[in-house]
């Protein structure tokens, strides 16, 4: 049946035949409902222009007034990545309100496919949202509805039973009404241990039956639309961008650290190799290789030296030959296993990078995943951990390794002019200004291009899964380009900035680089008389080798403290609230105390028979929020059948996430004469299947 609706989209290519709508616009309502990041009112809209009377329509026939009441904004709710906060009924419905507003203010008569809408909404409100809206406010569009609820195809002109991949045709001439909907909603009392009865599901005020409060149509969710179009322009793609820009998800920004990297980020990120002797081992090496060229080079030197102004020395002159060729491969030798041990060392530090965010992942609770688009985390583990496992470590082995070459030039040659200290002291302290006013640019604005990237990860991945929604609102598709190409063109100002602040740094780094050759070439003149001309001529060449080496060694420094900032996000992640922490954030300390007094474990010979009891079980899924259920008293003897019953958004999910510790809850569940609270996570959950309602 789907596989028909595809074809009728043009989604699947055909071998024979044709599609012919008669130049009308085709709109489509997915069986998994596309649910945006953003507002209720955003998801409606889908950016279109807002129209009162036809907003308010849409609204009253798709039965959402009811859950409007309820939603602690109304239609300026935030619903999350793929509609997280709501639950399988109002998802649909909210998806079908947008099919319904697009077609109506198409101005003309369109093509409706929907696929199988009622679904996933309970019986009550699929018969209202029948009558109302299928045939009701959409009685003059052509409607293609695919169900396998039959009572459903009561009204339906043509009937295409599939079988076999080929439809059979059945005309209908008189459409017969629409079968009475069975009570099966009814005022239901549940015992409690102590003999008093409570309700499924509690709230501040009372409640009346579903039908009821379906029927009740309160003019807040009106006024709030009136408010909310009150700054809404003309229909122009950049209006429409610019209100459907600000979208927010339900975990808020992604955060930004601000300020200087704390010390211990480089220090956990090279222990996190596993052992601090390997990383000091590695430092020495640094040290000892450009040591041994320093003396491989003076001792040359030295050879020079000695055998032109006293060719009679023979001894020292062969010592410093001989000392030239001993050092210089040893050096060599030593450069190989730097680079190795380095490498090795950076090698183990990413793995146990990667693993340590991996487990905080997996070991949080499921609300991380509720309130975190599916981009956010992409980014850490694809390009933050890219840059740690890929540039981090070489930018790190340049940066060590040009320092050092530029610390031990640097006292070589004031070594053999003493003069110089005089034009290196001031130099020093112009070289750390410039590079602590670009590191301190060039850090934030690294920062900032890490939280240009999720959106652009988030947007594609939520186009990917909504690609045939997305097509069949065809004004959608200007608007949806240009919201893309805003969050690339973030992104883009963030990177082109950081690349100008390096050509800022090379030009300044370059200046001082000249005036620390030029004291160098003067000072050898002054002191002609005292400083040998080869020692003279070791210093030029150093200084020389200064000028590329330190800008290079400060451009590093400072593509080693951005790339920190990825290590950064990583180390947030790994420092994730797992998810025992996260259960039991309710629970006062005198119970956590008597919790932890019990036993932990289950005798190995216990009987697990399936018997349930809840204990005045109540349930938020944000510690500061409202609760979700409340004072919940029943149990559920072995091997009965148990029917939960209730409204779309009433609780029904969330009572099996109290029976699993999915959130945070109060009172006690006891499962087969156990306290679920002593038992670990994992062996409660061992006692249970569970089939969810959105499948894996």
Not at 19 to 40: D, I, K
Not at 165 to 190: G, Y
Not at 478 to 494: H, I, K, N, P, S
Request: charged share 20%; proline share 4%; with cysteine.
């Amino acid at each position: 049946k789907s596989s028909f609706l595809m074809a009728l989209l043009g989604e699947l290519g055909s071998r024979h035949g044709t599609v012919n709508t008669c130049g009308r616009r085709v709109f489509y309502a997915a069986q998994e409902p596309w649910v945006l990041s953003g507002t209720v009112r955003n998801n409606i809209l889908f950016g279109e222009r807002y129209n009162k009377d036809t907003f308010e329509k849409s609204v009253r026939a798709c039965q959402l007034i009811s859950d409007l009441q309820l939603f602690p904004d109304g239609l300026q709710t935030q619903v999350g990545e793929r509609g997280l906060t709501l639950s399988g009924g109002q998802k649909a419905r909210i998806g079908l309100c947008r099919m319904v507003y697009a077609a109506l203010m198409c101005k003309q008569e369109c093509v409706l496919l929907m696929d199988d809408p009622f679904a996933a909404i309970d019986a009550s409100v699929g018969h209202k949202l029948y009558n109302d809206c299928l045939i009701g406010l959409l009685r003059n569009h052509t409607r293609v509805l695919v169900t396998h609820q039959v009572q459903f195809t009561a009204h339906a002109t043509q009937v295409l039973t599939m079988h076999k991949n080929s439809a059979v045709t059945v005309a209908q001439q008189a459409p017969a009404p629409l079968p009475p909907l069975p009570m099966l909603l009814h005022p239901t009392r549940i015992g409690t241990p102590k003999g008093e009865t409570r309700g499924l599901m509690s709230s501040k005020r009372p409640r009346t039956s579903v039908v009821a409060a379906t029927a009740r149509l309160p003019e807040r969710a009106v006024e709030m639309a009136e408010v909310a179009s009150a700054t809404w322009k003309a229909k122009r793609p950049s209006a429409v961008v610019g209100a459907m820009a600000p979208e927010l998800v339900v975990g808020g920004y992604e955060a930004r650290f601000r300020g200087g990297l704390h010390g211990n980020v480089l220090m956990r990120y090279l222990y996190a190799c596993g052992s601090r002797l390997r990383v000091h081992v590695v430092f020495f090496l640094f040290v000892g290789v450009q040591g041994m060229q320093l003396a491989a080079e003076v001792s040359l030197s030295k050879w020079i030296t000695a055998s032109e102004e006293d060719p009679g020395t023979k001894a020292l002159r062969n010592a410093n030959y001989y000392m030239y060729f001993v050092l210089l491969p040893v050096a060599t030798l030593l450069a190989f296993g730097r680079a190795f041990a380095f490498m090795f060392t950076a090698m183990k530090c990413s793995q146990n990078l990667h693993d340590s965010a991996l487990e905080g992942v997996l070991q949080t609770s499921l609300r991380f995943f509720d309130t975190q688009p599916i981009g956010r985390i992409l980014n850490r583990f694809a390009k933050d951990l890219g840059y740690a496992d890929e540039q981090l470590p070489e930018s790190l082995f340049d940066c060590i390794s040009g320092f050092v070459v530029v610390v031990g030039a640097v006292f070589l040659v004031a070594s053999l002019n003493a003069w110089l200290f005089v034009a290196i002291i001031p130099l020093l302290f112009a070289f750390m200004f410039v590079r602590r006013l670009y590191i301190r640019t060039s850090r934030e604005i690294k920062r900032i291009e890490g939280l240009r990237r999720s959106p652009m990860y988030s947007r594609l991945s939520t186009t990917l899964s909504g690609l045939m929604v997305l097509r069949s609102h065809q004004g959608m598709s200007t608007v949806w380009r240009q919201l893309f190409e805003g969050e690339q063109d973030a992104y883009t100002r963030a990177m082109f900035t950081w690349v100008a602040t390096g050509r800022w740094l090379s030009v300044r780094i370059d200046f001082l680089v000249f005036c620390f050759t030029a004291a160098t070439a003067f000072g050898g003149i002054a002191a002609h008389k005292s400083m040998p001309i080869t020692d003279l001529g070791l210093s030029i060449v150093y200084v020389l080798q200064i000028a590329g080496q330190l800008q290079w060694a400060v451009r590093q420094s400072a593509e080693v403290e951005n790339h920190m900032t990825s290590c950064e996000r990583i180390f947030e992640y790994a420092n994730l609230t797992d998810e025992t922490t996260y259960v039991d954030a309710l629970i006062n300390i005198e119970d956590d105390d008597l919790n932890k007094s019990g036993s932990n474990s289950t005798p190995k010979n216990a009987v697990v028979d399936g018997a349930i009891e809840l204990r005045d079980l109540s349930l938020k899924y944000e510690v500061n929020g409202d609760y979700v259920l409340k004072n919940i008293c029943v149990s559920f003897q072995a091997g009965e059948k148990i029917g939960v019953v209730g409204r779309t958004g009433s609780g029904k999910s969330s009572l099996l996430s109290g029976l699993l510790r999915l959130a945070p809850t109060t009172g006690e569940v006891w499962v087969s004469g156990r306290n679920a609270r002593k038992l670990s996570l994992t062996e409660l959950r061992s006692f249970m299947a569970i089939i969810p309602q959105d499948p894996v």
